[in-house]
């Protein structure tokens, strides 16, 4: 299109990177050919391209899947706005709120505002899900009462527990010493050396999850030079069978791999941390 | 490998001696966490780990090492069960390392150093831990050790203390480790050895 076009096209550059691995670019975006005035249509909708297919043939080809998106955002995805044009029956996309607004604002008798199309899943929005989930959609913590954490740690744990908890989701942590230990998610901490991690949890995975443990590694210095309420956080995204990111793009998340003394970030979620608990368990 | 398993069986039979149980290794006063998981209960257990971004830095991991050594891996056992710092029934395995060069410790030149990892799979059981290092037998490795839980050597830091020698460059490949800290020269590795 550059080297052949480029006094039709105008080259802006990348509009969006899309996550293809996302568990939520599961929804086609289809492509057609608009043959009036050789621009492109897309839809993520099956009814519409049905229609499109069925009604306006003529105008239309058909050309097919391009890539995933999703139509269910859960947080933090990228929304592609859709607008008709009137002069030329084409229509026009962006990822800009700010060239939405201003379109509507100034354009609005040749543009005509369609509404949200579809969302792209980024890898600023991504998180990784193991496939596993609790039945229901809450479960059960407990303090683990031989290898038990410090008493002072406990309102953290607590405020960590909620965090999730209070993230938009249908998922509840509830605390329960006299049940949690026994199925659902229990928190330790214990004397275990550099060949382990600052926190380290346990799953017996399968469809349906029954027992995770934490154990929180005194060998760090929690509580002084490792925030324990950040800490945890991280390790209840692990419960929910979040999976750990390491990618540059994301640092900012409650998920991100890694954690970093006096880092208190991750007590508070990023939209693809709770992007993910929402599509695990719904919103 | 006839040594480790001689050594493995040495070490059953120890155990049975000594009544060690997981309750003793793991120093909990006699009494299992209500949280263990038994062969029982699961047929996998995945583990995950928050490590601090410190882990990843030559200094820190020579400063929270007992030894440093340079080897070649001559023996990987077979899979055996354990129980982990928490009374946890898991699955290792032990990594022989015949000693070229130790940077850090008391080892010798052509000693043989034995690694434990935590993971594999024993009789239905599996124990997943992504973190650990992986070695093959005839690499030449550099690793970062302290005592681990069965009072032998453990990798510090599991895939950020175990690097592969490519000449006098210690390599980590992993994605997790920073670019411009996945290739390390020896010399570099020395000095912090050193400077304690």
Redesign the interface.
């Known amino acids: 299109m550059i080297a052949s076009y480029p006094n039709v096209y105008q080259y802006e550059g990348v509009c969006w990177v899309l996550d293809a691995g996302s568990p939520l670019a599961t929804q086609n975006l289809y492509r057609f050919y608009n043959r009036t005035n050789g621009t492109h249509f897309y839809t993520a909708s099956e009814s519409e391209k049905a229609s499109v297919i069925a009604y306006q043939a003529a105008t239309y080809q058909y050309e097919g899947p391009v890539y995933k998106v999703t139509l269910a955002p859960v947080g933090g995805e990228l929304t592609v706005y859709r607008f008709y044009y009137i002069p030329i029956g084409s229509h026009f996309y962006t990822s800009s709120a700010e060239e939405r607004d201003r379109i509507i604002a100034n354009y609005s008798n040749v543009y005509v505002y369609d509404g949200p199309a579809f969302y792209v899943p980024t890898p600023e929005s991504s998180f990784g899900y ?1 496939g596993m989930r609790w039945p229901g959609t809450s479960t059960y913590w407990s303090l ?4 038990p954490v410090p008493v002072a740690w406990i309102p953290a744990i607590e405020a960590s527990a909620a965090t999730w908890s209070s993230s938009g989701s249908r998922f509840r942590f509830i605390r329960n010493e006299s049940i949690g ?2 199925t659902g998610c ?1 928190v ?1 901490s ?1 004397y ?15 469809s349906q999850m ?2 995770v ?1 934490t ?1 929180l590694n005194t060998y ?1 210095a929690l509580g002084v030079t ?1 925030d324990v309420q950040n ?1 945890m956080t ?2 209840f995204g ?1 419960w929910l069978r979040l ?2 990111l ?1 990618a540059s793009w994301d640092t900012e998340k409650t998920m991100y ?5 006096g880092e208190t970030k991750k007590r508070s979620l990023h939209p693809a941390d709770s992007g993910g608990i929402k599509y695990i368990y719904g919103q | 490998m006839p040594t480790l398993s001689r050594l493995f069986i040495c070490g059953v039979l120890l155990a049975l001696l000594c009544g060690c149980s997981s309750e003793s290794v793991s120093n909990d006063g006699g009494n299992q966490s209500a949280n263990s998981l038994s062969h029982e209960e699961t047929s996998q257990v995945i583990v995950e780990t928050q490590w601090p971004e410190e882990v990843s830095s030559v200094a820190w991991l020579v400063r929270n090492s007992s030894a440093v050594i340079r080897g070649t891996v001559t023996g990987i056992s077979d899979p055996f069960e354990a129980t982990d710092v928490m009374g946890q029934l898991i699955v290792c395995h032990d990594v022989e390392i015949a000693v070229s060069n130790s940077i850090k410790g008391s080892h010798r030149r052509g000693e043989t150093v034995t690694v434990r990892v935590r993971g594999g799979s024993f009789e239905g059981f599996t124990y997943v831990d992504d973190d650990q290092p992986v070695f093959t037998i005839g690499e030449d490795v550099l690793v970062m050790l302290a005592q681990n839980e069965w009072g032998g050597y453990g990798v510090t830091g599991a895939f950020s203390g175990k690097f592969h020698m490519e000449n006098e460059v210690a390599r980590r490949d992993d994605a997790r480790v920073p670019t411009e800290m996945r290739g390390v020269g020896i010399g570099l590795i020395e000095a912090e050895a050193h400077r304690e």
Request: hydrophobic share 25%.
């Open positions: 193991s683990d009462n031989v290898s230990d026994q229990t330790a214990k275990m050396g550099p060949t382990y991690g600052i926190g380290t949890s346990f799953t017996t995975p399968g029954t027992k443990y154990v760090y490792y800490l991280h390790e692990h999976i750990d390491n791999g890694w954690g970093a003394a």
